[in-house]
Protein backbone atom coordinates (compact mmCIF):
# COMPACT_ATOMS: atom_id res chain seq x y z
CA UNK A 1 0.00 0.00 0.00
CA UNK A 2 1.61 3.48 -1.11
CA UNK A 3 1.78 5.76 1.19
CA UNK A 4 1.19 9.50 -0.45
CA UNK A 5 2.42 12.29 1.97
CA UNK A 6 0.33 15.01 1.03
CA UNK A 7 -2.66 13.09 0.32
CA UNK A 8 -2.31 11.73 4.08
CA UNK A 9 -1.87 15.23 5.17
CA UNK A 10 -4.58 16.89 3.53
CA UNK A 11 -7.11 13.81 5.02
CA UNK A 12 -5.79 14.08 8.48
CA UNK A 13 -6.12 18.13 8.25
CA UNK A 14 -10.10 17.61 6.82
CA UNK A 15 -10.28 15.60 9.83
CA UNK A 16 -9.79 18.20 11.73
CA UNK A 17 -11.76 20.63 10.14
CA UNK A 18 -14.76 17.77 10.07
CA UNK A 19 -15.15 17.83 13.40
CA UNK A 20 -14.68 21.25 14.39
CA UNK A 21 -17.47 22.97 11.81
CA UNK A 22 -21.00 22.79 12.98
CA UNK A 23 -24.41 23.69 10.58
CA UNK A 24 -27.76 23.41 12.33
CA UNK A 25 -28.54 20.91 15.28
CA UNK A 26 -30.80 17.79 14.29
CA UNK A 27 -32.82 16.60 17.44
CA UNK A 28 -33.00 12.90 18.34
CA UNK A 29 -34.81 11.42 21.36
CA UNK A 30 -33.28 8.61 23.08
CA UNK A 31 -35.32 6.19 25.44
CA UNK A 32 -33.71 3.77 28.03
CA UNK A 33 -36.04 1.53 30.03
CA UNK A 34 -34.27 0.70 33.67
CA UNK A 35 -36.63 -2.01 34.14
CA UNK A 36 -36.34 -4.17 30.94
CA UNK A 37 -33.01 -6.16 31.28
CA UNK A 38 -31.68 -7.98 28.34
CA UNK A 39 -28.94 -10.15 29.22
CA UNK A 40 -25.52 -9.76 30.97
CA UNK A 41 -23.10 -7.16 30.04
CA UNK A 42 -19.65 -9.25 28.10
CA UNK A 43 -16.78 -7.42 27.67
CA UNK A 44 -16.23 -8.29 24.19
CA UNK A 45 -13.87 -5.54 23.80
CA UNK A 46 -11.50 -6.25 26.12
CA UNK A 47 -9.30 -8.20 23.20
CA UNK A 48 -5.51 -6.51 22.08
CA UNK A 49 -3.22 -7.82 19.41
CA UNK A 50 -0.10 -6.39 17.43
CA UNK A 51 2.45 -8.16 14.87
CA UNK A 52 5.31 -6.52 17.21
CA UNK A 53 5.57 -8.64 20.03
CA UNK A 54 8.88 -7.14 21.45
CA UNK A 55 7.18 -3.56 21.48
CA UNK A 56 5.41 -4.82 24.63
CA UNK A 57 8.34 -4.91 26.48
CA UNK A 58 9.65 -0.82 25.24
CA UNK A 59 8.82 2.03 27.66
CA UNK A 60 5.80 3.01 25.45
CA UNK A 61 4.58 -0.14 25.19
CA UNK A 62 4.91 -1.26 29.02
CA UNK A 63 2.80 2.31 29.76
CA UNK A 64 -0.06 1.54 27.08
CA UNK A 65 -0.19 -2.26 28.59
CA UNK A 66 -0.61 -0.74 31.75
CA UNK A 67 -3.46 1.46 30.25
CA UNK A 68 -5.02 -1.93 29.03
CA UNK A 69 -4.90 -3.79 31.94
CA UNK A 70 -6.23 -0.92 33.94
CA UNK A 71 -9.72 -1.59 32.02
CA UNK A 72 -10.42 -4.39 33.58
CA UNK A 73 -7.75 -6.16 35.37
CA UNK A 74 -7.32 -9.73 35.40
CA UNK A 75 -9.79 -10.00 32.04
CA UNK A 76 -7.41 -8.20 28.94
CA UNK A 77 -5.77 -10.26 26.38
CA UNK A 78 -3.01 -9.95 24.36
CA UNK A 79 -2.46 -11.98 21.07
CA UNK A 80 1.03 -10.93 19.22
CA UNK A 81 2.61 -12.63 15.83
CA UNK A 82 6.07 -13.76 16.04
CA UNK A 83 6.20 -15.29 19.17
CA UNK A 84 8.51 -18.34 18.30
CA UNK A 85 10.39 -16.51 15.23
CA UNK A 86 14.16 -16.73 14.92
CA UNK A 87 15.97 -13.66 16.08
CA UNK A 88 17.68 -11.46 19.13
CA UNK A 89 14.50 -9.71 19.62
CA UNK A 90 14.93 -6.36 17.84
CA UNK A 91 11.28 -5.56 17.17
CA UNK A 92 10.47 -4.26 13.23
CA UNK A 93 7.37 -3.39 11.24
CA UNK A 94 5.49 -6.21 11.23
CA UNK A 95 8.56 -8.14 12.90
CA UNK A 96 9.56 -9.28 16.62
CA UNK A 97 11.39 -12.57 17.77
CA UNK A 98 12.37 -14.43 20.55
CA UNK A 99 14.64 -17.26 19.65
CA UNK A 100 12.66 -19.75 21.40
CA UNK A 101 14.39 -22.61 19.53
CA UNK A 102 17.10 -23.12 17.65
CA UNK A 103 19.52 -26.63 17.23
CA UNK A 104 23.18 -27.41 18.33
CA UNK A 105 24.95 -28.63 15.58
CA UNK A 106 24.04 -32.09 16.41
CA UNK A 107 20.22 -30.97 15.18
CA UNK A 108 18.87 -31.48 18.67
CA UNK A 109 16.97 -28.64 19.85
CA UNK A 110 17.65 -25.94 21.89
CA UNK A 111 15.20 -24.01 24.17
CA UNK A 112 15.33 -20.25 25.51
CA UNK A 113 12.46 -18.79 27.28
CA UNK A 114 14.34 -15.74 28.16
CA UNK A 115 12.98 -13.48 25.60
CA UNK A 116 9.27 -14.67 25.92
CA UNK A 117 9.06 -15.05 29.69
CA UNK A 118 10.04 -11.32 29.64
CA UNK A 119 7.26 -10.12 26.74
CA UNK A 120 4.49 -12.26 29.08
CA UNK A 121 5.92 -11.47 32.79
CA UNK A 122 5.43 -7.51 31.13
CA UNK A 123 1.64 -8.29 30.24
CA UNK A 124 1.17 -10.50 33.51
CA UNK A 125 2.73 -7.79 35.71
CA UNK A 126 0.00 -5.11 34.28
CA UNK A 127 -3.13 -7.16 34.78
CA UNK A 128 -2.88 -8.52 30.94
CA UNK A 129 -3.47 -12.12 29.94
CA UNK A 130 -1.81 -13.87 26.48
CA UNK A 131 -3.89 -15.00 24.16
CA UNK A 132 -1.09 -17.07 22.54
CA UNK A 133 -0.59 -17.55 19.23
CA UNK A 134 1.74 -20.32 18.53
CA UNK A 135 3.66 -19.18 15.50
CA UNK A 136 5.76 -18.39 13.56
CA UNK A 137 8.06 -20.76 12.15
CA UNK A 138 11.67 -21.14 13.93
CA UNK A 139 14.35 -20.87 11.54
CA UNK A 140 15.83 -24.40 12.43
CA UNK A 141 12.67 -25.86 11.45
CA UNK A 142 11.26 -23.97 8.46
CA UNK A 143 11.26 -25.88 5.06
CA UNK A 144 12.00 -22.79 3.42
CA UNK A 145 13.97 -21.25 5.76
CA UNK A 146 15.91 -18.68 3.30
CA UNK A 147 15.60 -15.79 3.91
CA UNK A 148 14.44 -15.89 7.11
CA UNK A 149 13.64 -12.23 8.31
CA UNK A 150 11.61 -9.95 5.88
CA UNK A 151 12.65 -6.32 5.86
CA UNK A 152 9.22 -5.11 4.86
CA UNK A 153 8.32 -0.95 5.58
CA UNK A 154 5.57 1.04 4.82
CA UNK A 155 5.02 1.66 1.04
CA UNK A 156 6.89 -1.51 -0.13
CA UNK A 157 4.95 -4.51 -1.27
CA UNK A 158 2.62 -6.31 1.47
CA UNK A 159 4.02 -9.79 -0.16
CA UNK A 160 7.42 -9.12 0.70
CA UNK A 161 6.08 -10.28 4.44
CA UNK A 162 6.22 -13.85 3.62
CA UNK A 163 9.53 -15.37 3.90
CA UNK A 164 10.96 -17.99 5.81
CA UNK A 165 9.41 -17.89 9.36
CA UNK A 166 5.74 -18.52 6.52
CA UNK A 167 6.29 -22.57 6.20
CA UNK A 168 5.69 -25.46 7.59
CA UNK A 169 8.33 -27.75 9.86
CA UNK A 170 10.14 -29.84 8.48
CA UNK A 171 9.60 -32.41 11.04
CA UNK A 172 6.04 -32.31 12.91
CA UNK A 173 7.49 -33.79 15.42
CA UNK A 174 10.30 -31.49 16.61
CA UNK A 175 7.27 -28.88 16.18
CA UNK A 176 5.11 -30.85 18.51
CA UNK A 177 7.75 -31.28 21.59
CA UNK A 178 8.54 -27.38 21.30
CA UNK A 179 4.86 -26.44 21.79
CA UNK A 180 4.74 -28.99 24.61
CA UNK A 181 8.11 -27.95 26.14
CA UNK A 182 6.98 -24.22 25.73
CA UNK A 183 3.37 -24.82 27.68
CA UNK A 184 5.10 -27.01 30.18
CA UNK A 185 7.59 -24.39 30.98
CA UNK A 186 4.33 -21.45 31.20
CA UNK A 187 2.83 -23.98 34.07
CA UNK A 188 6.26 -24.04 35.77
CA UNK A 189 6.55 -20.55 35.72
CA UNK A 190 3.15 -19.08 36.22
CA UNK A 191 1.17 -21.90 37.69
CA UNK A 192 -1.42 -24.13 36.49
CA UNK A 193 -4.48 -21.92 37.23
CA UNK A 194 -3.30 -18.98 35.89
CA UNK A 195 -2.42 -20.58 32.46
CA UNK A 196 -5.49 -22.62 31.99
CA UNK A 197 -7.22 -19.26 31.77
CA UNK A 198 -5.39 -18.33 28.72
CA UNK A 199 -6.30 -18.73 24.85
CA UNK A 200 -3.84 -21.47 23.11
CA UNK A 201 -4.31 -20.86 19.29
CA UNK A 202 -2.18 -21.63 16.11
CA UNK A 203 -0.72 -19.31 13.29
CA UNK A 204 -1.99 -16.64 12.04
CA UNK A 205 -4.54 -16.32 8.97
CA UNK A 206 -3.59 -19.63 7.25
CA UNK A 207 -6.10 -19.35 4.41
CA UNK A 208 -3.57 -16.30 2.82
CA UNK A 209 -0.98 -18.45 1.11
CA UNK A 210 0.35 -14.93 -0.55
CA UNK A 211 1.09 -13.49 3.37
CA UNK A 212 1.34 -16.02 6.19
CA UNK A 213 1.13 -19.63 5.19
CA UNK A 214 3.71 -21.33 2.67
CA UNK A 215 2.16 -24.89 3.08
CA UNK A 216 -1.05 -26.43 2.16
CA UNK A 217 -4.34 -25.68 3.83
CA UNK A 218 -3.62 -29.37 4.98
CA UNK A 219 -0.57 -29.06 6.14
CA UNK A 220 -2.03 -26.34 8.25
CA UNK A 221 -4.75 -28.62 9.97
CA UNK A 222 -1.97 -30.68 10.85
CA UNK A 223 -0.21 -28.13 12.52
CA UNK A 224 -2.81 -27.04 14.10
CA UNK A 225 -3.45 -30.65 15.06
CA UNK A 226 -0.28 -31.38 16.69
CA UNK A 227 0.28 -28.16 18.56
CA UNK A 228 -3.59 -28.85 20.45
CA UNK A 229 -1.82 -32.14 21.39
CA UNK A 230 0.85 -31.05 22.78
CA UNK A 231 -0.99 -28.13 24.50
CA UNK A 232 -2.86 -30.58 25.95
CA UNK A 233 -0.19 -32.64 27.18
CA UNK A 234 1.29 -30.42 28.90
CA UNK A 235 -2.09 -28.79 30.56
CA UNK A 236 -4.62 -30.82 29.80
CA UNK A 237 -7.63 -27.94 30.53
CA UNK A 238 -5.50 -25.79 28.44
CA UNK A 239 -8.27 -23.96 26.31
CA UNK A 240 -7.43 -24.35 22.78
CA UNK A 241 -8.83 -23.29 19.45
CA UNK A 242 -8.64 -21.81 16.03
CA UNK A 243 -8.25 -21.08 13.55
CA UNK A 244 -7.71 -17.62 13.72
CA UNK A 245 -8.10 -17.03 9.51
CA UNK A 246 -8.79 -13.97 7.61
CA UNK A 247 -12.21 -12.96 6.94
CA UNK A 248 -15.37 -15.34 6.48
CA UNK A 249 -13.85 -18.02 4.16
CA UNK A 250 -16.04 -20.69 4.34
CA UNK A 251 -14.88 -23.20 2.63
CA UNK A 252 -11.85 -22.42 4.52
CA UNK A 253 -13.89 -22.82 7.72
CA UNK A 254 -15.58 -25.40 6.93
CA UNK A 255 -12.36 -27.65 6.33
CA UNK A 256 -11.33 -26.31 9.26
CA UNK A 257 -14.16 -27.67 11.71
CA UNK A 258 -14.11 -31.21 9.06
CA UNK A 259 -11.03 -31.64 10.31
CA UNK A 260 -11.38 -30.88 14.01
CA UNK A 261 -14.25 -33.47 13.87
CA UNK A 262 -12.31 -36.00 12.28
CA UNK A 263 -9.42 -36.19 14.25
CA UNK A 264 -11.47 -35.86 17.25
CA UNK A 265 -8.97 -32.63 17.95
CA UNK A 266 -10.40 -31.12 21.08
CA UNK A 267 -11.91 -27.49 20.10
CA UNK A 268 -13.00 -24.96 22.97
CA UNK A 269 -13.33 -21.82 20.90
CA UNK A 270 -13.44 -20.32 17.10
CA UNK A 271 -11.90 -17.87 15.90
CA UNK A 272 -11.53 -15.44 12.78
CA UNK A 273 -10.81 -12.39 11.67
CA UNK A 274 -12.97 -9.52 10.55
CA UNK A 275 -11.74 -6.05 8.76
CA UNK A 276 -13.65 -2.99 7.27
CA UNK A 277 -12.86 -1.11 4.22
CA UNK A 278 -11.67 2.09 4.31
CA UNK A 279 -11.56 4.37 1.18
CA UNK A 280 -10.44 8.11 0.16
CA UNK A 281 -13.34 9.56 -2.30
CA UNK A 282 -12.00 12.59 -4.60
CA UNK A 283 -14.39 15.62 -4.38
CA UNK A 284 -14.61 19.39 -4.55
CA UNK A 285 -14.19 18.95 -0.16
CA UNK A 286 -10.05 18.37 -1.34
CA UNK A 287 -11.24 14.12 -0.41
CA UNK A 288 -12.23 12.74 2.46
CA UNK A 289 -11.99 9.04 3.83
CA UNK A 290 -14.90 7.00 3.47
CA UNK A 291 -15.08 3.93 6.05
CA UNK A 292 -16.43 0.09 5.47
CA UNK A 293 -18.04 -0.42 8.30
CA UNK A 294 -20.54 -2.84 6.49
CA UNK A 295 -18.23 -5.04 5.08
CA UNK A 296 -16.79 -5.59 8.44
CA UNK A 297 -20.17 -6.27 10.03
CA UNK A 298 -20.54 -8.78 7.22
CA UNK A 299 -17.70 -10.56 7.21
CA UNK A 300 -18.32 -11.17 10.88
CA UNK A 301 -21.91 -11.94 10.03
CA UNK A 302 -20.88 -14.47 7.49
CA UNK A 303 -18.46 -15.95 10.02
CA UNK A 304 -21.40 -16.26 12.44
CA UNK A 305 -23.72 -17.88 9.94
CA UNK A 306 -21.23 -21.00 9.08
CA UNK A 307 -20.80 -21.73 12.83
CA UNK A 308 -24.25 -21.65 13.87
CA UNK A 309 -25.03 -24.21 11.07
CA UNK A 310 -22.65 -26.65 12.94
CA UNK A 311 -24.24 -28.57 15.61
CA UNK A 312 -21.31 -29.51 17.17
CA UNK A 313 -19.90 -26.43 17.04
CA UNK A 314 -22.65 -23.60 16.89
CA UNK A 315 -22.33 -23.35 21.22
CA UNK A 316 -18.95 -22.69 21.04
CA UNK A 317 -17.53 -19.68 22.05
CA UNK A 318 -15.94 -17.14 19.40
CA UNK A 319 -13.09 -14.70 19.48
CA UNK A 320 -12.71 -12.50 16.48
CA UNK A 321 -8.99 -12.73 16.63
CA UNK A 322 -8.49 -9.27 14.60
CA UNK A 323 -11.75 -6.45 14.05
CA UNK A 324 -10.87 -3.51 12.97
CA UNK A 325 -11.46 -1.55 9.91
CA UNK A 326 -9.04 -1.83 7.97
CA UNK A 327 -6.23 -5.25 7.66
CA UNK A 328 -2.80 -3.42 8.48
CA UNK A 329 -1.91 -1.52 11.42
CA UNK A 330 1.58 -0.61 9.96
CA UNK A 331 0.08 0.69 6.84
CA UNK A 332 0.02 3.71 6.30
CA UNK A 333 -1.80 5.82 3.18
CA UNK A 334 -4.90 8.52 2.59
CA UNK A 335 -7.44 6.12 3.54
CA UNK A 336 -5.55 5.34 6.47
CA UNK A 337 -6.12 9.03 8.06
CA UNK A 338 -9.21 8.15 10.15
CA UNK A 339 -6.82 6.44 12.61
CA UNK A 340 -5.37 9.71 14.60
CA UNK A 341 -8.93 11.47 15.35
CA UNK A 342 -12.64 10.91 15.94
CA UNK A 343 -13.15 9.22 13.13
CA UNK A 344 -11.45 6.00 14.51
CA UNK A 345 -13.55 6.54 17.75
CA UNK A 346 -16.84 6.74 16.61
CA UNK A 347 -16.18 4.08 14.08
CA UNK A 348 -15.39 1.85 17.25
CA UNK A 349 -18.19 2.86 19.23
CA UNK A 350 -20.73 2.10 16.70
CA UNK A 351 -19.32 -1.23 15.71
CA UNK A 352 -18.96 -3.22 18.83
CA UNK A 353 -22.17 -3.31 19.90
CA UNK A 354 -23.93 -3.93 16.42
CA UNK A 355 -21.66 -6.74 15.97
CA UNK A 356 -22.31 -8.11 19.38
CA UNK A 357 -26.20 -7.68 18.41
CA UNK A 358 -25.27 -9.84 15.48
CA UNK A 359 -23.99 -12.40 17.36
CA UNK A 360 -26.95 -12.71 18.91
CA UNK A 361 -29.29 -12.69 15.80
CA UNK A 362 -27.22 -16.29 15.07
CA UNK A 363 -27.55 -17.65 18.23
CA UNK A 364 -23.57 -18.13 18.69
CA UNK A 365 -21.94 -16.56 21.93
CA UNK A 366 -19.25 -13.93 20.59
CA UNK A 367 -16.96 -13.99 23.48
CA UNK A 368 -14.38 -11.63 22.31
CA UNK A 369 -13.58 -9.08 19.39
CA UNK A 370 -9.56 -8.19 19.37
CA UNK A 371 -8.66 -4.69 18.19
CA UNK A 372 -5.19 -5.46 15.92
CA UNK A 373 -4.04 -1.89 17.58
CA UNK A 374 -1.22 -1.18 20.03
CA UNK A 375 1.79 1.55 19.51
CA UNK A 376 4.96 1.87 17.46
CA UNK A 377 7.67 2.09 19.37
CA UNK A 378 9.97 5.63 18.40
CA UNK A 379 8.18 6.48 15.20
CA UNK A 380 6.94 10.74 14.77
CA UNK A 381 4.00 11.49 16.36
CA UNK A 382 0.53 10.82 15.22
CA UNK A 383 2.21 9.33 12.16
CA UNK A 384 -1.23 7.29 10.73
CA UNK A 385 -0.70 4.01 11.97
CA UNK A 386 -3.34 2.33 13.24
CA UNK A 387 -2.52 1.90 16.96
CA UNK A 388 -3.86 3.43 20.34
CA UNK A 389 -1.37 5.26 21.64
CA UNK A 390 1.67 7.48 19.52
CA UNK A 391 4.89 8.01 21.69
CA UNK A 392 3.13 7.77 24.82
CA UNK A 393 0.06 9.83 24.14
CA UNK A 394 -3.10 7.87 24.33
CA UNK A 395 -5.42 8.76 21.58
CA UNK A 396 -8.98 9.06 21.05
CA UNK A 397 -9.68 5.73 20.37
CA UNK A 398 -8.40 4.44 23.70
CA UNK A 399 -11.16 6.43 25.53
CA UNK A 400 -13.60 5.15 23.91
CA UNK A 401 -12.43 1.33 25.58
CA UNK A 402 -12.32 3.08 28.99
CA UNK A 403 -15.92 4.55 27.95
CA UNK A 404 -16.70 0.74 27.62
CA UNK A 405 -15.27 -0.19 30.41
CA UNK A 406 -17.72 1.75 32.84
CA UNK A 407 -20.28 0.01 31.21
CA UNK A 408 -21.27 -3.21 34.04
CA UNK A 409 -24.35 -5.65 34.86
CA UNK A 410 -26.99 -5.81 32.67
CA UNK A 411 -27.97 -4.24 29.25
CA UNK A 412 -31.21 -2.69 29.34
CA UNK A 413 -33.91 -1.57 26.16
CA UNK A 414 -32.69 1.39 24.61
CA UNK A 415 -33.72 2.87 21.69
CA UNK A 416 -32.50 6.11 19.04
CA UNK A 417 -35.17 7.30 16.66
CA UNK A 418 -31.73 8.04 14.58
CA UNK A 419 -30.15 4.98 15.26
CA UNK A 420 -29.20 3.66 11.40
CA UNK A 421 -30.87 0.34 11.47
CA UNK A 422 -28.61 -2.72 11.74
CA UNK A 423 -29.67 -4.25 8.51
CA UNK A 424 -29.63 -0.73 6.54
CA UNK A 425 -25.78 -1.00 8.07
CA UNK A 426 -25.05 -4.39 6.61
CA UNK A 427 -26.59 -3.28 3.57
CA UNK A 428 -25.04 -0.48 2.85
CA UNK A 429 -22.74 1.41 5.67
CA UNK A 430 -24.26 4.56 7.36
CA UNK A 431 -23.66 6.97 3.77
CA UNK A 432 -27.45 9.14 4.13
CA UNK A 433 -28.54 10.30 7.43
CA UNK A 434 -26.02 10.30 10.22
CA UNK A 435 -25.94 7.28 12.38
CA UNK A 436 -26.90 8.40 16.35
CA UNK A 437 -26.98 5.49 18.23
CA UNK A 438 -26.97 3.88 21.93
CA UNK A 439 -26.52 0.84 24.13
CA UNK A 440 -27.62 1.15 27.78
CA UNK A 441 -26.60 -0.88 31.23
CA UNK A 442 -27.62 -1.37 34.79
CA UNK A 443 -25.36 -2.30 37.36
CA UNK A 444 -27.36 -2.37 40.83
CA UNK A 445 -28.52 1.71 41.04
CA UNK A 446 -26.12 2.76 38.24
CA UNK A 447 -27.48 3.15 34.88
CA UNK A 448 -24.73 3.69 32.04
CA UNK A 449 -25.87 5.05 28.81
CA UNK A 450 -23.41 4.95 25.72
CA UNK A 451 -24.22 7.60 22.66
CA UNK A 452 -22.66 7.88 19.57
CA UNK A 453 -22.80 10.24 16.29
CA UNK A 454 -21.31 8.15 13.11
CA UNK A 455 -20.76 8.53 9.85
CA UNK A 456 -18.99 6.74 7.21
CA UNK A 457 -17.60 9.91 5.57
CA UNK A 458 -15.41 12.31 7.10
CA UNK A 459 -17.37 15.38 6.45
CA UNK A 460 -18.53 18.28 8.39
CA UNK A 461 -22.10 17.78 9.85
CA UNK A 462 -24.52 19.23 11.89
CA UNK A 463 -24.82 18.22 16.07
CA UNK A 464 -27.26 15.87 17.18
CA UNK A 465 -29.88 17.66 19.77
CA UNK A 466 -30.08 14.52 22.40
CA UNK A 467 -33.11 14.34 24.45
CA UNK A 468 -32.83 11.54 26.85
CA UNK A 469 -35.58 9.63 28.71
CA UNK A 470 -34.95 7.45 31.53
CA UNK A 471 -38.15 5.45 32.11
CA UNK A 472 -38.67 2.77 35.02
CA UNK A 473 -35.67 4.13 37.17
CA UNK A 474 -35.11 2.12 40.98
CA UNK A 475 -36.62 3.51 43.92
CA UNK A 476 -33.41 5.02 44.73
CA UNK A 477 -33.83 7.72 42.17
CA UNK A 478 -36.95 9.25 44.23
CA UNK A 479 -34.34 12.03 45.63
CA UNK A 480 -33.09 12.81 42.25
CA UNK A 481 -30.62 11.86 39.91
CA UNK A 482 -27.37 12.72 39.30
CA UNK A 483 -25.67 12.72 35.46
CA UNK A 484 -22.06 12.09 35.40
CA UNK A 485 -21.08 12.64 31.60
CA UNK A 486 -17.65 11.74 29.40
CA UNK A 487 -17.31 12.62 26.45
CA UNK A 488 -14.47 11.96 23.49
CA UNK A 489 -14.96 14.49 20.49
CA UNK A 490 -13.16 17.10 18.91
CA UNK A 491 -12.79 18.98 22.05
CA UNK A 492 -12.67 16.33 24.76
CA UNK A 493 -9.94 13.72 25.45
CA UNK A 494 -8.89 14.28 22.06
CA UNK A 495 -4.98 14.60 21.99
CA UNK A 496 -4.47 14.65 17.77
CA UNK A 497 -6.69 17.77 18.19
CA UNK A 498 -4.19 19.18 20.34
CA UNK A 499 -1.28 18.38 18.60
CA UNK A 500 -2.92 19.90 15.65
CA UNK A 501 -3.81 22.84 17.55
CA UNK A 502 -0.07 23.43 18.79
CA UNK A 503 1.50 23.53 14.67
CA UNK A 504 1.93 19.47 14.63
CA UNK A 505 5.44 19.85 16.44
CA UNK A 506 7.71 17.08 15.28
CA UNK A 507 9.42 17.00 17.95
CA UNK A 508 7.19 18.39 21.01
CA UNK A 509 9.23 19.99 24.16
CA UNK A 510 8.30 19.11 27.68
CA UNK A 511 5.56 21.55 27.90
CA UNK A 512 3.85 20.57 24.81
CA UNK A 513 4.70 16.80 25.45
CA UNK A 514 2.86 17.26 29.39
CA UNK A 515 -0.21 19.51 27.19
CA UNK A 516 -0.79 16.30 24.90
CA UNK A 517 -0.90 14.28 27.74
CA UNK A 518 -3.42 15.88 29.52
CA UNK A 519 -5.54 16.71 26.57
CA UNK A 520 -5.42 12.93 26.09
CA UNK A 521 -7.32 12.40 29.78
CA UNK A 522 -10.67 11.50 30.40
CA UNK A 523 -12.43 13.64 32.84
CA UNK A 524 -15.78 13.96 33.76
CA UNK A 525 -18.04 16.71 33.54
CA UNK A 526 -18.89 18.50 36.74
CA UNK A 527 -21.84 16.04 37.85
CA UNK A 528 -25.60 18.18 37.49
CA UNK A 529 -28.26 16.76 39.84
CA UNK A 530 -32.01 17.20 38.37
CA UNK A 531 -35.13 15.48 39.86
CA UNK A 532 -37.15 14.42 36.16
CA UNK A 533 -35.43 11.29 34.28
CA UNK A 534 -35.09 13.75 30.74
CA UNK A 535 -31.93 15.17 29.83
CA UNK A 536 -31.01 17.19 27.05
CA UNK A 537 -27.16 17.87 25.48
CA UNK A 538 -25.75 18.10 22.18
CA UNK A 539 -23.30 15.60 21.01
CA UNK A 540 -20.95 16.89 18.10
CA UNK A 541 -20.54 15.00 15.08
CA UNK A 542 -18.04 12.25 15.55
CA UNK A 543 -18.56 12.51 19.16
CA UNK A 544 -19.08 9.69 21.59
CA UNK A 545 -20.19 10.22 25.06
CA UNK A 546 -20.84 8.28 28.41
CA UNK A 547 -23.60 9.48 31.01
CA UNK A 548 -22.94 7.63 34.04
CA UNK A 549 -26.26 8.14 35.96
CA UNK A 550 -26.60 7.70 39.75
CA UNK A 551 -29.22 8.24 42.61
CA UNK A 552 -28.54 11.91 44.43
CA UNK A 553 -27.67 11.36 48.13
CA UNK A 554 -30.13 11.10 50.47
Known amino acids: MPFFKTALLTAALFISAAVTASADSFPVRIVVDAAKTQGPVEPIWRFFGADEPNYATMKDGRSLLTSLGALTPGHVYFRAHNLLSTGDGTPAFKWGSTNAYTEDAQGHPVYNWTIIDHIFDTYLA ?88 GGTREEFFKLHE ?24 KNFLTGFMDHMEQTHTPTDFLSFHAKGAPDFVDGPDGGHVRMGIAQQLKGADNAFATIAARPAFKDKPIIIGEFDPEGCAACQGPANAYRNGTMYSSYTAATFPRVAELAQRRGVKLEGALSWAFEFEDQRYFAGF ?65 VWHYHDDDLAG ?66 VTVKSGTFTFDLPRQGVTLLVITPAAK
Open 126 to 213: RGVKPYVEIGFMPEALSTTPEPYQHSWRPGLDYRDIKTGWAYPPKDYGKWEELVYQWVKHCVERYGHEEVASWYWETWNEANLPQYYW
Open 386 to 450: RQLASNGIDMPVLNVFRLFAQMKGQHVAATSDHETPLDAVLAGGVRGDADVGVTAARDGDTVTVL
Open 462 to 527: PDAAVSLALDHLPAAFRKGIVMTRYRVDATHANSFAAYQAMGSPLAPDNAQYAALKAAAQLPPDAP
Open 226 to 249: VSVKAVRRALPDARVGGPDMAGSD
